[in-house]
């Protein structure tokens, strides 16, 4: 019987995992085609310690390893980013991630690179998700790259509460079409109804508002995210969206500003990332490749100055004579005339 549904795919991979056969263990896979990575790498972090018990001797171990792959992580890096603290946020995460197998570290520390992510959980984190690493930004993170495209000058997302004011009228022109108020002394402010997000752009207009309920929350997780799925049929419930679940709505809720506001080629990639991870797919093959990026940019330049050089005047332009006059026939004399006569 075909395996239609998410929970059904991930039940079946469960099993699989489960067999005696693999041992349990998923198998080593390249950070980029899916084969196996070169250098050599142990199948968990906790196998890559001499000892194979310490687990601060084995993320050393793997950082060690990750080091190996330095230029490339200096490469993808955008400016600004340096490479040592980087590497310093991803060794934070690494006894979390013991369990995993190095070459989807390597994969989740690549793809925040491209980023520009530091995964040390503000903007970004990696996550142990049953013996892969995922990337997985946080709406901070989505905010960052959203408001580094000239067209947005700032993105707001935020969780309207019960014990909130806020009035939403999309009919109304904005911003009256939405208002939302919160006591700040109050400590509780009852359950979460809904999340929304909204951007101002650098024009001064505000986009469309986007707001998603807990419905329509549930229906996205429970549709996409194979890490929840996994989480609730093991009886395990750490998923993300276990651990931050208002976090994860407020994501939701700016993801969804994609189908309102012009999306930059980082962000649709961000969000490409994004739902690879969810779906348990590989994630690199859809972060920003930084050569072409490189060549990207160079081709904006270009066209940015030939832009420039078309709005100016071109210097040294032929002058029309004083005196000349066009489109008119040509005068001759009475004489000129009677002589082309006696020709003919």
């Known amino acids: 019987m075909a395996l239609t549904t998410l929970r059904d795919r991930v039940l079946a991979n469960i099993t699989q995992q489960?067999?005696?056969?693999?041992?349990?263990?998923?198998?080593?896979?390249?950070?980029?085609?899916?084969?196996?990575?070169?250098p050599a790498a142990p199948a968990t972090l906790e196998e890559a310690a001499a000892d194979g018990d310490?687990?601060?001797?084995?993320?050393?171990?793997?950082?060690?390893?990750?080091?190996?792959?330095?230029?490339?992580?200096?490469?993808?890096?955008?400016?600004?980013?340096?490479?040592?603290?980087?590497?310093?946020?991803?060794r934070n995460r690494l006894p979390e991630l013991r369990s995993c197998n190095p070459a989807s570290v390597l994969q989740a520390t690549l793809t925040a690179a491209r980023f520009g992510l530091v995964p040390d959980g503000r903007l970004a984190t990696i996550t142990n998700e049953f013996g892969r690493a995922v990337f997985i930004p946080t709406y901070r993170g989505f905010v960052e790259l959203w408001e580094r495209t000239d067209r947005v000058a700032s993105v707001r997302c935020g969780m309207v509460f019960e014990g909130d004011e806020y009035s939403?009228?999309?009919?109304?022109?904005?911003?009256?079409?939405?208002?939302?108020?919160?006591?700040?002394?109050?400590?509780?402010?009852?359950?979460?109804?809904f999340a929304y997000a909204f951007v101002w752009k650098t024009d001064g207009h505000r986009s469309q508002v986007v707001t998603v309920n807990r419905e329509e929350m549930e229906e996205i997780r429970d549709r996409w995210s194979r890490a929840y799925v996994e989480a609730e049929l093991t009886g395990?419930?750490?998923?993300?969206?276990?651990?931050?679940?208002?976090?994860?709505?407020?994501?939701?809720?700016?993801?969804?500003?994609?189908?309102?506001?012009?999306?930059?080629?980082?962000?649709?990639?961000?969000?490409?990332?994004?739902?690879?991870?969810?779906?348990?797919?590989v994630q690199?093959?859809?972060?920003?490749?930084?050569?072409?990026?490189?060549?990207?940019?160079?081709?904006?330049?270009?066209?940015?100055?030939?832009?420039?050089?078309?709005?100016?005047?071109?210097?040294?332009?032929?002058?029309?004579?004083?005196?000349?006059?066009?489109?008119?026939?040509?005068?001759?004399?009475?004489?000129?005339?009677?002589?082309?006569?006696r020709r003919s």
Not at 177 to 190: C, L, Y
Request: charged share 30%; hydrophobic share 35%; net charge neutral.
């Open 284 to 341: 690199l093959l859809h972060a920003p490749d930084p050569e072409a990026a490189a060549l990207t940019a160079e081709a904006d330049q270009a066209a940015e100055a030939a832009e420039a050089a078309q709005d100016q005047a071109p210097a040294g332009l032929p002058r029309k004579r004083a005196g000349l006059k066009r489109n008119q026939p040509k005068r001759t004399t009475r004489a000129a005339r009677k002589g082309r006569g």
């Open 54 to 90: 310490a687990v601060q001797e084995s993320a050393d171990a793997v950082l060690d390893w990750l080091r190996r792959y330095e230029g490339h992580l200096t490469d993808a890096l955008p400016r600004g980013v340096e490479v040592g603290p980087f590497l310093a946020a991803v």
């Open 18 to 38: 489960q067999a005696p056969a693999t041992g349990g263990r998923p198998a080593p896979a390249s950070p980029t085609t899916g084969e196996a990575p070169s």
């Open 168 to 193: 939403y009228e999309p009919s109304a022109p904005a911003p009256l079409d939405f208002t939302h108020k919160q006591d700040p002394a109050r400590k509780d402010r009852g359950r979460p109804l």
């Open 236 to 281: 395990a419930k750490d998923s993300t969206w276990h651990t931050d679940e208002l976090a994860m709505w407020q994501k939701t809720a700016i993801k969804q500003l994609e189908k309102v506001v012009p999306v930059s080629p980082e962000v649709r990639a961000l969000l490409d990332v994004d739902r690879a991870g969810e779906e348990g797919r």
